[in-house]
């Protein structure tokens, strides 16, 4: 019996669990997401769904997406709206509730998507929608972007979230719910309604007092997903009191929140479990925020949404559980060398094959290929393997032929992401004739699937310790693709020398000097070990490359899935199962 029958058996038909999420990654053709945290958002709901969780959740619809990204022979990134059906995929809910903004009445109304798990579960998600009759002009376009406008339209749209969609909820008849998961501090405000909701059944109350602060703390668990400053969203006090109001303000104070609005912060101050998303970034989060005792729950993926269509088969045929248990992967250790390797090279034909067919690069069938596909951002260091381009194509010449694929888009006002897409681009064309780059445009699931199964090895190169956990690496590793990456993140967790991948770096010491010296000292370890171990296993061992593809499998692929995340969240944050066994 899972946990979520568990729970079920206990009396626990109705959700008790409500997921909040800016973004959520529910389908590839929905652009309702942006990146990493929006598609592990999706990844835990589908986990949800497979355990059979008792969970609802709760983001915004974004009509025009996050943006449709187009890119010139240069490289310079356009942005435009994504256009979407969304009645193909979501059933509009005959429900509205309606929120204060900046003392007008707004409207919200909600799409509901299915998501069902291996085992017969199910999880509803709503997606808040504010384009309504009743809206003024500007109101209805308050879920439209995801990310976008100033910072008055980005509050506005976590006063949707959080306010909007714990009011939805309600309106909705979940009234048995237990606890409150913020996906991130945009849904932060969700502690104000909160608290909102307990101060109305005490109308004598003028003040919160703290009694009612800790009943809040209680019910909400709060996951920090960066250590990057621009991933928590603060806002000014005088936009705050603009947005929220006088009275909601105060209440921000009750909270000891005092200085502006710091979305993170209100986050920590009302939640009972914090937690980062690795060993690594947990201790960075403690030194960010003293004062709150911040846990680690380790990312993870959805191994059958991410393995490729030959993983699938082949998991199929030697591990017949796999898919309502993502542990089970532990025993691809046992399946046949050849057939691992047959499964590897039609995932890899296919991304070639795309990869041709959308740049015109030239790609190879039996060439080495690296891919390398993430958010493009500057601290991401996408451009690393470039640091001394002649010593690459040297080393690309003399141990054997190389290949490397890129995608990624960069938010639309970061413009040194934008410009690591372009120097990219550069670069692609100096290589020309000596080694085959190319850069896929609109990064999206689909693209990212083939990527992350088509490569050979896994490259990523962030600046420790920007690197909060980083899933990319684990679709990767679902589908036998050992990773060479920075030691940041998931992979100190993930990484065995020679047995999982190869590290970047790993004489940590030796990178911390100044002036641009991390740079040359993971450029210099990053040449060594693909021309001294990557390049010669490939090429001239190839059976010992299909062991460290078996293991990436059965260490990394069955340890770093969500539904083994989503468990403990479960034991250690929501705290449910002994709860409600007690009761049954």
């Known amino acids: 019996m899972t946990d979520g029958q568990l729970l079920k058996a206990a009396g626990a038909e109705q959700p008790l669990v409500a997921y909040f999420s800016m973004e959520i990654g529910l389908d590839p053709s929905m652009p309702t997401y942006a990146g990493g945290l929006g598609v592990l958002a999706g990844d835990t709901i589908r986990s949800a769904a497979d355990l059979?969780?008792?969970?609802?959740?709760?983001?915004?619809?974004?009509?025009?997406?996050?943006?449709?990204?187009?890119?010139?022979?240069?490289?310079?990134?356009?942005e435009e709206p994504v256009a979407w059906p969304i009645n193909d995929f979501c059933n509009r809910v005959n429900q509205h509730v309606t929120v204060e903004i900046e003392n007008r009445t707004v409207y919200v109304g909600a799409w509901q998507f299915r998501v069902r798990g291996e085992s017969g579960g199910e999880v509803l998600v709503y997606l808040l929608d504010t384009d309504l009759p009743e809206n003024q002009p500007w109101d209805r376009t308050l879920t439209d972007r995801l990310y976008g406008g100033d910072d008055y339209y980005r509050l506005c749209q976590e006063v949707v979230l959080g306010i909007g969609g714990y009011r939805m909820l309600r309106a909705l008849g979940y009234g048995h719910l237990r606890r409150f998961h913020m996906n991130e501090g945009h849904a932060a405000l969700l502690v104000l309604a909160l608290l909102e909701e307990k101060l109305a059944s005490r109308t004598q109350e003028q003040t919160v007092p703290p009694d009612l602060i800790d009943a809040v703390r209680e019910q909400c668990v709060f996951t920090t997903h960066t250590p990057v400053p621009a991933g928590h969203d603060q806002f000014p006090p005088d936009l705050g009191h603009r947005v929220l109001g006088d009275r909601r303000c105060s209440w921000l104070k009750a909270c000891d929140h005092e200085h502006g609005l710091n979305m993170t912060q209100l986050a920590l101050r009302g939640s009972r479990f914090v937690n980062g998303v690795a060993m690594k970034h947990g201790e960075v989060s403690n030194s960010l925020f003293p004062g709150y005792p911040i846990h680690s729950?380790?990312?993870?993926v959805h191994a059958v949404t991410w393995a490729a269509l030959p993983f699938q088969s082949l998991y199929?045929?030697?591990?017949p559980d796999w898919r309502r248990d993502h542990l089970s992967l532990r025993y691809a250790i046992k399946i046949p060398a050849q057939e691992i390797w047959d499964a590897h090279v039609t995932a890899r034909r296919a991304l070639v094959?795309?990869?041709?067919?959308?740049?015109?690069?030239g790609f190879d069938r039996d060439v080495l290929t690296i891919g390398c596909a993430r958010r493009a951002a500057a601290y991401k260091r996408g451009t690393l393997i470039f640091h001394d381009i002649e010593r690459l194509a040297t080393i690309a010449e003399q141990g054997g032929p190389i290949q490397i694929v890129f995608a990624g888009k960069a938010h639309p006002r970061d413009q040194d992401g934008k410009d690591v897409i372009r120097r990219i681009?550069?670069?692609?064309?100096?290589?020309?004739?000596?080694?085959?780059?190319?850069?896929?445009p609109n990064y999206d699931m689909t693209i990212a699937k083939l990527v992350c199964a088509g490569a050979d090895v896994w490259l990523n190169t962030p600046l420790p310790p920007r690197e909060a956990s980083g899933t990319s690496g684990m679709k990767a590793a679902v589908n036998g693709v050992p990773s060479f990456s920075v030691l940041d993140g998931w992979w100190i967790e993930g990484h065995v020398e020679d047995v999982t991948g190869w590290s970047i770096g790993d004489r940590v010491d030796a990178c911390m000097e100044p002036n641009g010296g991390m740079d040359a000292c993971h450029a210099a370890e990053l040449y060594y070990k693909l021309e001294e171990k990557i390049l010669p296993c490939f090429y001239r061992d190839r059976a010992r490359f299909i062991e460290i593809m078996r293991h990436a499998i059965a260490l990394n692929g069955g340890f770093f899935n969500?539904?083994?995340?989503?468990?403990?969240?479960?034991?250690?944050?929501?705290?449910?199962?002994g709860e409600y066994v007690r009761r049954g």
Request: glycine letters at 6%.
């Open 425 to 440: 681009h550069e670069f692609r064309d100096h290589l020309r004739g000596k080694m085959a780059v190319a850069y896929l």
């Open 562 to 577: 969500t539904q083994r995340m989503v468990s403990q969240y479960l034991h250690n944050a929501y705290r449910l199962t």
């Open 297 to 300: 729950i380790t990312n993870g």
């Open 52 to 78: 059979d969780i008792p969970m609802v959740a709760v983001t915004l619809l974004h009509r025009r997406g996050y943006f449709y990204q187009r890119l010139d022979e240069r490289g310079v990134q356009h």
């Open 353 to 361: 094959d795309y990869v041709n067919r959308e740049t015109n690069a």
């Open 316 to 319: 199929d045929k030697h591990l």
